[in-house]
């Protein structure tokens, strides 16, 4: 990866400005996730995309992808999917008497794992090492990934046969739940109008999607992000949000240590893309439902009086004091 140049706050809007404009070039509304994208790059998470069939889920990671200029897999999980289909295995070559790697999809830079509750649980699994170290491991080996190996996974929430709910492991892997809706009426309508008259799906590149940033210049953005200060009142506050989400009496299980670590980092993010060297507590506020609401469970009684969990997380936000 070639070297970059540091970049400044005001460098990074800038390019976070044109990779919204190369991803809007393909993809009609849907602003804030492409916002919680940008947010979940800069500061290293990964995306789990959750919305009914049709929404562009797959085509909005591939032309997140191609806007940033990165190597884009794609594996589509289905029930009889193996470990080792996703992240290669070791076969005897017989012409050198030795064992050589042949490398799976996951050998990527921007991994979409389409679908990703159609598989079962051994093979979710094998994603866990590369999401939470950035590498894999084969017979003892150790195989590192991208500096900046990012997964954006997506499931459809309709279907409740032949699929396997995320372990609580791998959705904890996951720095954003992003929630896909259908598109308003205007929006559906410039997206028949756009698409109409394509056979087939068009591909980002055939929309005019071009590459505007590289790995170096990722990784340049990502130190800007951890130079963003974030005062002890900002550190205090998430943590009183995140010890909230235990206390609560309708939620058996609430939000780990790490996912105030998360929700620290990502509001770090979201403040050095929006050009400022200091977080606010907005930040916090707008990622809160987003790196909350998949790692919450609530109690039975809650889920028989229909309780929400987006709901339940904005009353902890309004509830819990913000510094000013």
């Known amino acids: 990866m070639s070297e970059a140049a540091p970049m400044t706050l005001e460098e ?18 849907q602003d804030q996730m492409i916002d919680h994208l940008l947010v979940a790059m800069v500061s290293q998470g990964h995306v789990l995309l959750e919305g009914p069939p049709g929404t562009a889920k797959t085509f909005l990671a591939q032309s997140f992808a191609t806007a940033l200029g990165l190597d884009f897999g794609r594996i589509q999980f289905t029930p009889d999917l193996l470990p ?21 999809p996951i050998f990527c830079e921007l991994l979409l794992a389409d679908e990703i ?8 699994a094998a994603l866990l090492e590369a999401m939470q170290e950035r590498r894999v491991t084969l017979d003892g080996e150790t195989h590192p990934l991208a500096q900046r190996f990012m997964v954006v996974a997506t499931q459809n929430p309709i279907e409740n046969q032949g699929v396997y709910p995320l372990p609580e492991a791998q959705l904890d892997r996951f720095l954003f739940k992003l ?7 205007e929006e559906e309508a410039a997206i028949v109008s756009r698409y109409g008259p394509h056979q087939g799906p068009p ?70 893309l929006d050009g400022r060297a200091y977080v606010i507590p907005d930040d916090v506020k707008a990622l809160a439902i987003s790196v909350l609401r998949h790692r919450l469970t609530l109690s039975p009684a ?18 819990t004091e913000a510094p000013r």
């Open 12 to 29: 990074l809007r800038t390019l976070a400005d044109a990779i919204r404009t190369e991803v809007r070039k393909a993809i009609v509304g």
């Open 84 to 104: 080792g289909d996703i992240l290669g295995s070791n076969l005897f070559n017989f012409q050198t008497s030795q064992f050589t790697l042949t490398r799976g």
């Open 117 to 124: 509750n159609r598989t079962p649980p051994k093979t979710q």
């Open 179 to 185: 929630l896909v809706p259908y598109p308003a009426e």
């Open 203 to 272: 591909r980002p590149a055939e929309l005019g999607v071009t590459a505007v940033a590289d790995q170096a210049k990722l990784a340049a953005a990502g130190k800007v992000a951890e130079s963003v200060t974030a005062a002890q009142e900002i550190i205090d506050y998430v943590v009183r949000l995140v010890r909230a989400t235990r206390e609560h009496a309708d939620l058996v299980v609430g939000a780990s240590p790490r996912a105030a670590v998360l929700l620290a980092h990502a509001a770090r993010a979201r403040a050095a």
């Open 302 to 319: 809650a889920e028989i009086e229909g309780r929400d969990i987006e709901a339940l997380v904005a009353e902890l936000v309004e509830a």
